[in-house]
């Protein structure tokens, strides 16, 4: 995916794990564990596509839904939010 940074096209380009119709990226993991730096990897992501929502699936657990996190970037402008649905039942 080409990026864009204050007007200037960046020489590389942004290689995304998946990027599911061009609304949500989802980068795959599987590790012992989700830091914060994956979360604030993901975070830089979705600022840098201009993207509000993105997910981390670690795929080293036990359940699946144990290893899904939601990362949000919240746009200065946005007027309206919505909380999660809990994946948790």
């Keep these: 995916m080409p990026i864009t940074y204050k007007g200037i096209k960046l020489s590389a380009d942004l290689w995304l794990d998946v990027l599911v119709e061009e609304t949500i990226i989802v980068d795959l993991k599987a590790k012992e564990s989700v830091v914060p730096l994956d979360k604030s990897k993901l975070l830089t992501y979705l600022r840098l596509c201009d993207l509000q929502v993105g997910l981390i699936i ?3 657990v036990e359940r699946l839904i ?7 970037n ?4 946005s007027d309206t939010s ?3 649905p809990d994946l948790h039942q």
């Design 58 to 60: 670690n795929f080293h």
């Design 66 to 72: 144990d290893g899904v996190s939601r990362v949000v």
């Design 74 to 77: 919240r746009f200065a402008d």
């Design 82 to 84: 919505v909380d999660p």
